[in-house]
């Protein structure tokens, strides 16, 4: 599918500012929806066409894909998600279970910039409790002075809030880290992300009706929990109760408008899909996805972070001399300055695809990939480097929100929630000359945060955002073929696996040679 693209802007004018509005609206939510299909008129996924000029044609695609998919895959049936119906094309990186997937990049890139839930990245970390709508209920508890129970029925007759929002693992890339030298995570590809519609009540609305408003002593903190049992892990005595995930942000977040933590409800308009936490979960915009708890069973007001297992010992970054047994004997894990909560400046290419071949006769290339940055903060520059980044040029960022907030200012409390898909039309010469030996990509954001040259390894191996490099090969006939760092899971492949076992393993600070390319 082709991108939608708008007019070109201002010759030098590196962003095209593309108004999207994108609303969603809804005939009834209870309605099957299972018989729509693209072309029918009756989808109830309907984008306001005057709102949004350029995603209904990927709203509506994405929309098609979220249906249940039609069987329970192979590979799941003797494991406890024997009754989860998922999309084949995933790739699975952690076995066949716990389910922790990402598509293939091109793959996901090509429905546009709403993702269809089918090809969400999925994160679990045990099995996908069975949870029903008629009777899950949220606690709401702690120091408040109002505690409630809430069913679903209840929560869904609340105000609202939906807006499109990415979400992102922080492991998201961490494959390159892993070639640098193991870390404790497994290989995720650039495609643990994901780029859809989410429907919710504020949390705010909650923690009012319980009687908070703002912060104070007692109430810095919401812990949140999702069910017990769901994971072999816990702490004697944790929030959450045996065997939750849980974590905990802090009450202003939580309180902030402008923040948009919503207890959500609905998909990409439909209700959530077992793996992405049904029936209820939360979304932090801006955030990492690891706080963004699935199966939301308890939110609990406190005067002090999460004591969860999970809270301590997952989504931190430790300095590069720390490793696991270091994290372990000297307590770092328990260190709070460590803790990673927004998203860090990050992107990567899509298109040209790993192992793609540019013939000699191609004259023009469209070079293509997504970026985001975490807290709202917008991404201003997406820049491609045919020179190991001696010099930059600026690509076009042809699709992106309107963000929420402040919209039509400049101003910071505008927040972008959504990655961005941008382009940069190449002229092929450039990469069948000899002396073009890679393409890189980073991206800038509004506080100018650069994506690195450099990766800097870290023992969860976690907010990996070097420059995204993909190697070029000449080919006998004149043209050329493309090399990714990594592929995404167990695959072998890729320049950085090969420069690994060139040199033994280990890496160490990454790229092989101040400046040099040191194609494999
Ligand atoms: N209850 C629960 N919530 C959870 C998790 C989990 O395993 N259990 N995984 C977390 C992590 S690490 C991520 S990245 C996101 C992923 O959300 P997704 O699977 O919908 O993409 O969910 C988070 N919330
Ligand atoms: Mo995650």
């Not at 693992?169 to 989410?198: D, H, L």
């Not at 959530?272 to 963004?292: A, S």
């Not at 720390?322 to 860090?344: P, R």
């Not at 076992?501 to 390319?517: F, I, N, R, S, T």
Request: charged share 25%; glycine share 8%.
């Amino acid at each position: 599918m082709v991108l939608p693209i708008v007019a070109s802007a201002v010759a030098g004018a590196g962003i095209k500012t593309v108004l999207d509005k994108t609303v969603l609206k809804k005939n009834d939510s209870k309605e099957d929806s299972s018989k729509d299909d693209l072309c029918a008129t009756s989808a109830n996924f309907v984008v306001s066409s005057d709102m949004n000029i350029n995603h209904d044609a990927d709203a509506l695609k994405s929309r098609y894909l979220a249906q249940p998919y039609p069987q329970v895959d192979e590979r799941d049936v003797k494991t406890p998600d024997n009754w989860v119906k998922r999309h084949p094309s995933l790739i699975r990186l952690t076995g066949k279970h716990p389910f922790n997937v990402e598509a293939p990049l091109p793959e996901m890139f090509d429905y546009g910039f709403i993702s269809p839930v089918n090809l969400h990245i999925v994160r679990n970390h045990g099995a996908v409790p069975k949870l029903e709508w008629n009777t899950h209920t949220i606690k709401i508890n702690g120091n408040c002075q109002k505690p409630f129970e809430i069913g679903m029925d209840e929560l869904s007759k609340l105000p609202y809030e939906q807006f499109p929002c990415l979400v992102v693992c922080a492991g998201n890339r961490r494959k390159e880290q892993n070639m640098i030298k193991s870390s404790i995570g497994f290989n995720w590809g650039p495609c643990a992300v994901g780029n859809t519609y989410w429907k919710g009540v504020p949390l705010r609305v909650l923690l009012n009706k319980a009687g908070v408003y703002k912060a104070g002593p007692g109430a810095r903190f919401v812990c949140l929990n999702g069910p017990q049992d769901e994971l072999p892990k816990s702490y004697d005595g944790q929030d959450g109760g045996p065997g939750s995930y849980g974590t905990s942000i802090d009450m202003e977040t939580a309180l902030d408008p402008t923040c948009d933590v919503i207890v959500a409800y609905e998909q990409n308009g439909e209700r959530l899909h077992p793996d992405h936490g049904y029936p209820v979960r939360i979304i932090i915009p801006g955030y990492i996805g690891g706080r963004m708890i699935k199966f939301l069973a308890e939110i609990t007001v406190t005067d002090r972070e999460s004591n969860n297992f999970y809270h301590f010992n997952d989504n931190r970054v430790l300095p590069p001399t720390v490793d696991a047994e270091i994290a372990t004997k000297d307590k770092w894990w328990f260190k709070e300055e460590y803790i990673i909560n927004q998203l860090n400046i990050n992107g990567a290419i899509a298109y040209p695809a790993h192992e793609e071949v540019i013939k000699p006769s191609t004259k023009k290339y469209v070079m293509k990939g997504y970026a985001y940055s975490g807290g709202g903060r917008k991404v201003i520059r997406a820049e491609v480097s045919f020179d190991q980044g001696m010099s930059w040029k600026l690509a076009d960022i042809n699709v992106r929100e309107t963000p929420r907030w402040a919209a039509g200012s400049s101003g910071d409390k505008a927040r972008h929630w959504c990655w961005c898909m941008w382009e940069y039309e190449l002229d092929t010469a450039m990469l069948f000359d000899p002396s073009c030996k890679e393409i890189l990509f980073r991206a800038v954001d509004q506080s100018q945060n650069f994506m690195p040259e450099r990766p800097t390894w870290n023992v969860m191996g976690m907010l990996n955002n070097p420059w995204y490099r993909v190697r070029v090969h000449k080919e006998p006939d004149g043209g050329v073929k493309m090399e990714h760092a990594t592929i995404a899971g167990p695959t072998p492949g890729g320049w950085m696996q090969q420069m690994a076992e060139k040199a033994g393993g280990e890496l160490l600070w990454g790229w092989g040679g101040e400046g040099a390319p040191a194609a494999p």
